[in-house]
Structure formats: structure tokens, C-alpha cells
């Protein structure tokens, strides 16, 4: 997810709601926010920093309510779900005692079952298998409503796969506002498609109600409990109740709702519909993917995406895009464009709202919260949690669920509130900047990016180069391809003896002590850790391998047809490059995915303890895979894998078991391979689990029944960077505008705009630039241009006398906006003023 924009003060009212929205869709796409510092805050080399807390206990706490009086009464420090009730927020920010964050990234809407027309399962009718009666859903809700009623203004309408808060919206205005305009609520077109679509299924209406072979038709409908999507569920259940159907309202919460939606087969027909939720855990500064992720089977391993059959244009528009197979600007925009609208017409999902979310916190409680996923989705979170009135410490971290699913590193838990408590434990080569979405370098010191010449790539940050090349030839012994059979890598000499080209080339260069860092377990960190996950994954996706998952097969697809070649130039230290046809409007981004090549977070001895069970069809690394077998999703934390993991640990040992010897073996030797699992078996008789990582803390301990989760600062990071601490708050601008209430039209107009960080002056110089846009009395633009600095702290807008003699007689609005060099968030305010004839 992209380049974010701050909501200001949401005026009352719909249409003013609209109003608001389009004005900043219109100033996104008229300048084109993309201003970001190449260097991040107090990032001088070597600055360390203690007092970062010592322990984090996470606990079940799905009542968001009584979260909020919890950290009122100092029983709790933070909770991990960003809140959208009206009263709570007033609440918290009344509150002398709690702090908060905001973010946008959060959205709902509805998940379809497309299984059909009848479910193999139970022989019931399934109406959502017809993509029409799917489509004709956008006309039957209300996201107005939603935002306004259900929301109380907290949020915003969404119709699309993309986020209404990041660019590639802004850029898409006219087609987006076009197709909004098409599907803005109509009960009566939504029903008359809903009655001829059900006739030609053989259904009859009975009494009001839909029958399919004498039985009315039932829907399922998995509505969660935890925040306003009970209300959001209930009001669509009204909806369709009063279009003919049956609604059965099952009330869950994520554990209980999860097996059924995301982890059991679609086509059993344990549900039609669910309120689902999606959060971006940066800011996006690129959706191209999200077609190929929410629409067709590449986009996850799960059943319910292997039941997807998007229309072929629809297909290969999301497959291109997913690929960024695209040679300009203008190109990209016209794939995007067709994509929005093909994905109404197939619409497995019905996109409801993008939401502002308010996360509560104890006021003496420090951390980075990402603009977008907020403090879930925050990747610097273990990096920066601190009290500011004592070092060290406890913090008691509230979540709405905890362990909602089975964690494995190859094909885990997804859920956001498993995965922030993962990510915790895990060190990953870059980390996102928080208010830019830009990556910023962690355990690589720096990359060169090499670009096809007319590709439309960008850089922002000092810590790599980019350069325009004519060609780019891949070398011949880069790794290609995989040998399931021989259990090695084939190389691009091989696979393509006549030659490669790619569109791409990184060069990653490590940090010099890679290789003196250890794995929580004590083991340090070896080429072989590097190595053994690229593997794995070539080796899941073929047919020939014995640990073969097809639902790997669709997303490895894709990835082979941008892939075109990787290789290890300088082991110590670690030197890498890595080919590809793959592009991203950002050079970061780029080299972002080069780093994580050859870069693990993960040792391969515990990679190896799951391989062997996932061998003999004892336990499965996916949930698509683990539900076809009829076998346990693995679980390297909690429940009956533990005692299969621990045989396997014992049989690996005794056997100095080396995955993929061919490859690994180069890096290690039995006796080495026996000493990383009796390491290994120490940490299981002293932890209980097999969650192994090398991040800021390690998991101490897991309570299934009681759902705590405690973590343990990792002694290899008690001190951290400067730099992550200056994102524990953003320098998001506060913005006020002032001028004369009545303005002659043909004269002169000058207005004052106020421009402060948290009370005081913001310096001139971190400001990129102050835009106003002029709204006539029908609400359309008509002037735009720059206002000019008069201090730190305060602008000027003159609106000329041939400005305003362009002007009616009426109300207008002078809309500001101010964007900081140190966040990629516009601040915006308006003023309105009157008119008056000559």
C-alpha cells in the first residue's frame, strides 16, 4: 500500500463527506504526492539508545470496551486493534491517562463463497456462485450508511481492490468516481438482478422467500463479533432477508470463524458469506498486485482461493499487473483502469468501507505505529517499545485474539493479530518506514539497482543507486530453476544455453557480521540458513517433489515468469545478485525483494524438523494442503505437532539430517547438523515450542488454554538504532487557514495558513510545499496553485483580482493543503468565504 493522506476533522453529512473526499482525491491526482526525505531523522551511524522494554505479555481480550477501561485503570499498557467507535475514541482522547495512534489502512468487506451452483457437500444452492448475483451485491448495500451510521463518520465508502487512502486511487479519479456513480445503491436494480438470475438456477419465490427443490434457500452468513462488523453483518442480513433469502446469522469470533472461512473447503458449503477485514501494514505505494492476490487463485494457498475462477481478461490483466509486465506509466494506468472494472463484475468480495482507527495506549507508553496497519501492522513496534518514565519493564499488550492459527514459517497464520506478535520475534533485512512506506536497510548495508532503460522506476533513498541500462545480461551459473529429482538447482546456462536477459539486476550487500548473529536458540547464523528457504520453495511447487502442495502451484507460477536468476558472488560477507523481469515504480522496493533472497529469518534446522513430517504426510505446512490429507496444519508453537515435530528433531539428529544436501551441504557438515538440533532439542525442553527466530524478542512461553503469549527481549537486541526511534511519532503538520469571510469579486484576497507540530512553528525548510485549491459554488475546481512561505510556521495564499473575477456570486472554499518532507501525509484544511457582486 502506498502514499497516504491525514483525514482532517470529517465535515457532518454525507454529501459534505463526499464533498471532502473528492477534494482530496482531486489534490492527489493534480499534484502527485510522492515527496519523501532521503535520509531518515537522527540516523547517525552507530547511535544506540537503551531502555527499551524487557518483556511483553499479549493477551485475549476481544471486548475492545473493556480494553479501553482496562488501560484506563493501568491493567493493561496498549491494545492491538485500532478501535472505530465513535464513544470510545471520545473517550481516549479525553482520557489524561491514555494515548493514541491513528491509522487508515483497515477496511471491511464481504467474503463470497463462489462454490457452485450447488455445494458438492450438502447439495444446497449456493446463489454467490453466479458472478451477476455477486455484482448486483454493490447495488444492494449502502457504504454511505455503513460509513456514516454504523461508523459515525469514521470511515469512508470503498468499492475496489484498492485503498481509497493511497494514490493509485487518486490516479484512477475519473474512472473510480465513474464507477462509483454505477454502483451507488439501488435496492430495486439490485433485486430485479437478483430474481432473474435466481429463476435461471431454478429457483421460485414462495411466500416472500426463495425455494430451491421445495427448501428455501438458506445463506450462511460468518458475522464477527469483535468491532462494528456484527453491525455491518446484521444490516446486510436485513438486506438479503428482504430480497428472499434465509439468513442464518452465526456470531463469531476470529478463532471461531477462521477454521470454517479460511480453513476448510469452500465446496463442503459451511458458509456463503463473511464479514472479512483486511489491513495494510505499510503504506502502499504500489497496488498493482491486489487484483492478482484478492481475485484468482495466485493470490494465497488456501481452498477458498483455489475456488476462484476469475473471467480470463479479468486473469490476465491481475497476472500482468501482479507481474508489473508493463513498459510505461501509461500502460499501467489502462491495465488498472480495466481491472477495477472487470473485478465489480466477478466481485468475490463486496468492499464496503476504508476506516480511520484510533489505537488506545497508556500516555506513558512509546512506540512506532505505522500511518497505515497502525500498531498491528507495525513493522518497527519491538524496535521502539519503551516507557518514557522508566527503563525497562513490562508491557501488557491487549489483542483481540491470540493464536487464531497454527504458526509455521513456510505457511502460517495470516491473521494480523498472530502475525504482529511473529514479527516481533523476526529480523528481516529492511524495515518500512512507517509514514513513507519506503524501506529502509536493517541487516544490508546497501544495493546497486540496474533498470532496463524506459522503465518507469524511481529513487528516493541515499542507501542505494539506481542506473539506466541498454541490456542485462544474466550470467550462466545464476540459479534458474530446480532439479526435484536430483534435489539441486539448475542454473541459467543450463535451462537457457542460448542466453537470458532481464528488465532488472540488484546487487545486495550485507551487513560485514551477518554471520556472528545468533539464532534464539543459540545457533549462529551460517550461509546454509540462506540457502535452505530458497529451496523450499522451488521444491513445494513442483509435482515431482515429495513435499508437493498444489496450492503452491499458482503463486509459484507467477513468480517464475518475472524470476529469471539469482546467485551468491561473495559468501563473507555475504555479496548476492539477483535478476529479474519484475518492477516496482520504487527502486527501494526493488531491492527490497532482491535482499530477501538470500536472507532468512528462519535457521534451516527448523525448517528441517517440518520437512519430514510434511515427507510422510504426518502434518502440513498449509492449511489447503493439511485440509486435502485430512492431517494437522503445523503448529510449531502449540497443540499435537509439537510431540511430530519433536520425533523429527530426534530423527534428524540421529541421522545429522541435512535438507537438500546437494545445495546445503556445500555449508555443512553432519556433526554441525547434529549439534543445531540438540541446540534445538535444549530450547524445546526449556521453551515447549519450536519458534526459532533472530529478532528483538523470543517467544518465552505459550498458554493455549489461558491465550497468552509472553516474549522476551533476545539479549543480541537490548540496545537499538537511533534511527527507529524517530518514527515513534509522526511529524503529520496541523493545519489552519483564516481570511476575510466576504470577498468583491475582481478584487484582491489574502489568506493565512497556519502550519504547526505539535503546538509549534513547522520549520520552512521540512515542508515540500503548500498547495490551495479554490472550489466555486457548485463545488467545482476552479483555480489551483502554490502558497508562499512567510515563516516558519505560517503561509500565504493571494488569490489575484483575475482569480476571483472568475468567481459567482456565492459560498466558496479555499482548500490547503501542506505536505512535510518527513511524511508521505498531506494535511488539509479549508476555509469557505462568500462572494459579493462588483
Known amino acids: 500500500m502506498k502514499v497516504f493522506f491525514q483525514l482532517p476533522a470529517i465535515p457532518s453529512g454525507l454529501k459534505a463527506r463526499s464533498t471532502y473526499l473528492i477534494a482530496v482525491l482531486i489534490f492527489m491526482l493534480i499534484f502527485n504526492l510522492a515527496c519523501v526525505p532521503k535520509t531518515s531523522p537522527e540516523a547517525q551511524p552507530g547511535a544506540k539508545v537503551t531502555g527499551l522494554a524487557d518483556k511483553v505479555i499479549f493477551v485475549e481480550e476481544p471486548d475492545s470496551a473493556k480494553a479501553v477501561r482496562m488501560i484506563e485503570a493501568g491493567d493493561m499498557d496498549v491494545y492491538a486493534s485500532g478501535l472505530t467507535d465513535a464513544e470510545l475514541v471520545r473517550r481516549i482522547k479525553s482520557s489524561s491517562v491514555m494515548g493514541s495512534e491513528t491509522s487508515y489502512g483497515l477496511n471491511f468487506e464481504l467474503t463470497l463463497n463462489p462454490v457452485g451452483p450447488t455445494f458438492p457437500g450438502t447439495g444446497k444452492l449456493n446463489p454467490f456462485y453466479v458472478p451477476a448475483i455477486r455484482e448486483a451485491l454493490n447495488w444492494l448495500v449502502d457504504r454511505g450508511h455503513i460509513a456514516e451510521e454504523i461508523f459515525g463518520g469514521l470511515a469512508v465508502p470503498r468499492y475496489f481492490a484498492l485503498s481509497s487512502a493511497f494514490p493509485d486511487y487518486a490516479r484512477l479519479a475519473a474512472i473510480a468516481r465513474a464507477q462509483e456513480i454505477k454502483y451507488a445503491p439501488s435496492l430495486a436494480k439490485a433485486r430485479a438482478v437478483i430474481d432473474e438470475e435466481m429463476k435461471k438456477l431454478g429457483a421460485v419465490m414462495v411466500a416472500g422467500k426463495w425455494n430451491y427443490k421445495g427448501a428455501p434457500v438458506e445463506l450462511i452468513f460468518l458475522i464477527r463479533t469483535e468491532d462494528k462488523r456484527r453491525d455491518v453483518g446484521d444490516y446486510v442480513a436485513t438486506l438479503l432477508e428482504e430480497s428472499g433469502f434465509v439468513v442464518n446469522r452465526q456470531y463469531k469470533r476470529a478463532a471461531e470463524a477462521s477454521p470454517i472461512w479460511i480453513g476448510s473447503d469452500p465446496a463442503v458449503g459451511r458458509w456463503n458469506l463473511y464479514t472479512g477485514g483486511w489491513v495494510s501494514t505499510i503504506i502502499n505505494r504500489d497496488q498493482a498486485g491486489n487484483f492478482n492476490f484478492y481475485y484468482t487463485p495466485r493470490g494465497r494457498p488456501e481452498m477458498l482461493w483455489q475456488a476462484y475462477t476469475p473471467a480470463p481478461e479479468l486473469d490476465r490483466i491481475a497476472d500482468t499487473l501482479d507481474r508489473r509486465d508493463y513498459k510505461t506509466w501509461e500502460e499501467r494506468e489502462q491495465l488498472m483502469a480495466d481491472a477495477l472494472q472487470l473485478s465489480m463484475k466477478d466481485s468475490v468480495r463486496i468492499w464496503l468501507v476504508d476506516t480511520v482507527n484510533v489505537w488506545p495506549r497508556r500516555a506513558e507508553l512509546a512506540l512506532a505505529s505505522d500511518l497505515a496497519g497502525g500498531i498491528s501492522g507495525s513493522w518497527l513496534w519491538p524496535y521502539t517499545l519503551r516507557f518514557t518514565d522508566k527503563k525497562g519493564g513490562t508491557v501488557r499488550f491487549g489483542s483481540p485474539s491470540i493464536l487464531t492459527e497454527p504458526w509455521n514459517p513456510v505457511a502460517g497464520t495470516n491473521w494480523i493479530f498472530d502475525v504482529m506478535v511473529s514479527r516481533g520475534t523476526l529480523e528481516t533485512a529492511t524495515l518500512p518506514d512507517p509514514f513513507t512506506g519506503l524501506l529502509w536497510p536493517n541487516r544490508v548495508k546497501s544495493a546497486e539497482v540496474y533498470v532496463q532503460e524506459g522503465l518507469p522506476v524511481t529513487r528516493t533513498h541515499d542507501w542505494l543507486s539506481l542506473s539506466f541500462v541498454p541490456s542485462i545480461q544474466v550470467p550462466p551459473d545464476a540459479w534458474i530453476d530446480w532439479d526435484p529429482v536430483a534435489q539441486r538447482f539448475r542454473t541459467v546456462g543450463e535451462v537457457h544455453p542460448e542466453g537470458l536477459k532481464a528488465r532488472t539486476k540488484t546487487v545486495v550487500r550485507y551487513v ?230 466576504q470577498v468583491r469579486i475582481g478584487a484582491n484576497a489574502r489568506f493565512q495558513v497556519d502550519v504547526t507540530l505539535n503546538g509549534k512553528p513547522y520549520a520552512a525548510k521540512d515542508i515540500d510545499f503548500v498547495k490551495f485549491l479554490l472550489f466555486a459554488a457548485r463545488g467545482e475546481l476552479v483555480q489551483t496553485g502554490d502558497a508562499e512561505s512567510v515563516r516558519d510556521g505560517q503561509w500565504r495564499v493571494t488569490l489575484t483580482p483575475e482569480q476571483t473575477a472568475s468567481l459567482q456570486a456565492g459560498a466558496n472554499r479555499l482548500e490547503v493543503a501542506v505536505v512535510s518532507r518527513l511524511v508521505s501525509i498531506p494535511s488539509f484544511e479549508s476555509v469557505t468565504f462568500v462572494t459579493l457582486p462588483r
Open 512 to 741: 560485514d557480521d551477518l554471520y556472528q548473529r545468533h539464532w534464539h536458540d543459540g545457533t549462529k547464523m551460517s550461509v546454509a540458513d540462506l540457502v535452505v528457504g530458497l529451496a523450499l520453495g522451488f521444491d513445494r511447487a513442483n509435482s515431482k517433489s515429495a513435499i508437493f502442495d498444489e496450492a503452491e502451484v499458482p503463486s509459484f507460477q507467477t513468480f517464475i515468469r518475472y524470476f529469471r536468476g539469482a546467485r551468491i558472488v561473495q559468501e563473507d560477507p555475504l555479496v548476492a545478485e539477483v535478476y529479474g523481469d519484475l518492477t516496482y515504480p520504487d527502486a527501494e522496493w526493488i531491492a527490497d525483494s532482491a535482499a530477501g533472497y538470500f536472507y532468512s529469518t528462519v535457521p534451516w534446522h527448523t525448517l528441517a524438523i517440518g520437512i519430514i513430517p510434511e515427507k510422510n504426510h504426518e502434518l502440513a505446512f498449509s492449511s489447503s494442503k493439511a485440509d486435502r490429507l485430512k492431517v494437522e496444519w503445523m503448529s510449531y508453537i502449540a497443540g499435537p505437532s509439537l510431540p511430530i515435530l519433536e520425533r523429527s528433531r530426534v530423527q534428524a539428529l540421529n541421522e545429522g539430517f541435512i535438507p537438500y544436501p546437494n545445495v546445503v551441504g556445500k555449508y555443512v557438515n553432519a556433526e554441525q547438523a547434529k549439534e543445531r538440533y540438540t541446540a534445538l532439542g535444549e530450547w524445546y525442553q526449556k521453551r515447549g515450542h519450536f519458534w526459532v527466530s533472530n529478532g528483538p524478542f523470543y517467544v518465552e512461553s505459550i498458554h493455549p488454554v489461558e491465550k497468552t503469549i509472553v516474549l522476551q527481549r533476545s539479549e543480541e537486541h537490548l540496545t537499538v538504532d537511533a534511527r527507529w526511534l524517530a518514527f515513534t511519532k509522526p511529524g503529520i503538520a496541523e493545519v489552519k487557514v483564516s481570511g476575510p469571510a
